[in-house]
């Protein structure tokens, strides 16, 4: 599932008393504040909160920022996210305004924060992808392919049965692939091998239909914005798909770890479909294992 970030619910959020705000200033003003926005944005965030917004900051307390967390956990969407940033920020001013200003703030001023720090894990940006949800995205792709735009295809099963980062398919030109060879060549003429027959008959069929393409360097990076669109709106059409965020290629490659396995013996690795695969015993041995149905452990 995933992971909501904490969110203070707008009901929850007041105005800054002329009090804090002056330390919030004086926070933002200091060279040791850190410069990301969202930083800032949660102290003031954390200041603006209805039960202490008019209580002067250096009164405040352990038992505040206690407070403050069991809020977002009850009330603020919370689902395993974004409390650890609140407390690392707040923590951070703190640290600032004891060093800065020691007469109003003590040394022992939200000294010992951190500690409640629950360890979330960080949001992961993609996830592997259900093989219902596969199977529809290949049909999206057949279905465009059909009417000559091959990208969506090329842009998912490069990923999908390469597991390459997106910036990595930039060098994988249709353009620079070598029939013969059946690999690309790179701009310096080195060669980019790949064992995946997949690809070799995407590309022939790619390369045979869409004539323009075999001279053409394509731009992976805004051809796959496109698609990612398209076909998130397309799954949730078919309604296997709900979260908010468009899939992206960190998706196809999660997918690739999940779906695809080494083969014991020549330890290529090859999707987990049935077509790909045999069971078969090698010599001095009863036991049927799988192997690849290119090798069959041999
Ligand atoms: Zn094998």
New binding site residues.
Partial sequence: MAKGKAKIPLHLLGELSSENSKWFRAYEKSPKAPTTKSYRTKVERFLRYTKHNQKPFYTFIQDDVINFIEMLEKEGEYRGGGIDPYIGAISKCAEILRDEYPKKFSPFFLADISKLKKNEKSTPSGQALTSTQISYIRKYNTEHAEQDDFYGEYIFEMIFQLGLQLEELQLYQPKDYDREKQCFISAGGEPIPYQISVIDSLLIRFLDSAKDISNKHVDFSSESRKYFKEVTAYLKGKDVYSEGRNINSEYLKQSHTAYFIP??????E?ENIEENWVLTKVESSDVYRL??K????K
């Avoid at 083969?263 to 290529?268: I, Q």
């Avoid at 290119?294 to 452990?297: A, E, M, Q, R, V």
């Fill in positions: 083969c014991p013996n020549c330890k290529k090859t192997y690849c290119t090798c069959k452990g």
